[in-house]
């Protein structure tokens, strides 16, 4: 049985060298979003037209602060602030590449730090009444380009404008299921994600080990998970062929591995006809 398809993370050879720029996200698609809150909790969520941004959801239950507060998807943590007494009081925003960040705001303890990466359902914080806020809260938003969206979770939006209960499906065994490997699993030891695409049915990370100076691309399934199906990941140096790994996987294709030294690199990845491809870029 081949093991990467159904069962292990085991990192690929390494083929190629380099020092890496960090570049912005792409636009795209939405990944897939759920409930800040752990599997089963209930909640209530309540917008409204005055709200600011208006399409952000305020989420309540009963005794609440101190609660658990989890990533609606993987990413990496740009922002970690603490506006003291006002605005959103101690927040957490989380890049989720492809133009796509969430914040956590009115928290009272914040559990993660600038740079790292988390996964889907990780806690990162707890519910809280900081800054503005008359009451233990988290305020909740989801932005394209900066520009803040009206919500999804589990693929469908939220009511506008009003009050609703919510059951979260975040890392559930069933409703969403989550792929037990990340990118740094799949890469193995030293690498970290510097950017990262959504395809439909996978993400793609570019990850790079500033150890042994290898970038890594992998596309981690989202569907479909434990069936082999076609999944693939590629990464090409400029003024090199590009190398591409792509097959019937169960959870992930790649790693595909190469040193860029003094030249950008070109990644991406493909689930079916639904593709990614970046430009020359990261360029060291």
């Known amino acids: 049985m081949d093991i990467k398809r159904m069962l292990s993370g085991v990192a690929g050879l390494a ?9 912005g996200p792409q636009a795209g698609a939405a990944t897939n979003f759920e409930m800040p809150f752990p599997c089963g909790q209930t909640w209530q969520g309540n917008t409204r037209t005055g709200h600011s941004p208006a399409q952000a959801v305020d989420l309540n239950r009963s005794a609440d602060e101190g609660d658990a507060v989890v990533a609606s998807a993987s990413g990496k943590v740009t922002k970690v602030r ?16 492809s133009g796509w960040t969430t914040r956590y705001a009115h928290l009272s303890a914040q559990r993660v730090s600038v ?36 919500i999804k979770w589990s693929g469908d939006t939220i009511l506008y404008y009003g009050t609703k209960n919510y059951k979260s499906n975040n890392k559930c065994g069933g409703g969403a299921p989550t792929n037990p490997y990340t990118p740094e699993e799949a890469c193995g030891d ?60 169960g959870y992930y294709a790649g790693p595909v591995k190469k040193k860029a030294p003094g030249k950008c690199v070109k990644w991406g990845g493909m689930v079916g006809s639904s593709t990614y491809t970046s430009g020359f870029e990261h360029c060291g």
Do not use: M
């Open 115 to 150: 740079g790292q990466s988390v996964s889907q359902g990780q806690t990162i914080g707890n519910v809280g009444n900081t800054g503005g806020s008359t009451g233990a809260h988290l305020h909740y938003e989801q932005l394209l380009n900066g520009s803040p969206q009206k």
């Open 190 to 249: 030293g690498y970290k994600v510097i950017d990262g695409a959504n395809v439909e049915g996978a993400r793609v990370s570019l990850l790079y080990n500033a150890a042994n100076g290898y970038n890594c691309v992998v596309a981690i399934k989202t569907t479909k998970l434990g069936t082999a199906s076609d999944v693939g990941a590629f990464l090409e140096v400029q003024g090199e062929a590009r190398t591409t790994d792509r097959d019937e996987y």
């Open 82 to 97: 603490n506006e003291g007494s006002t605005s959103y009081g101690r927040w957490i925003e989380i890049d989720h590449g």
């Open 15 to 23: 083929i190629g060298l380099g020092v890496l720029v960090i570049g």
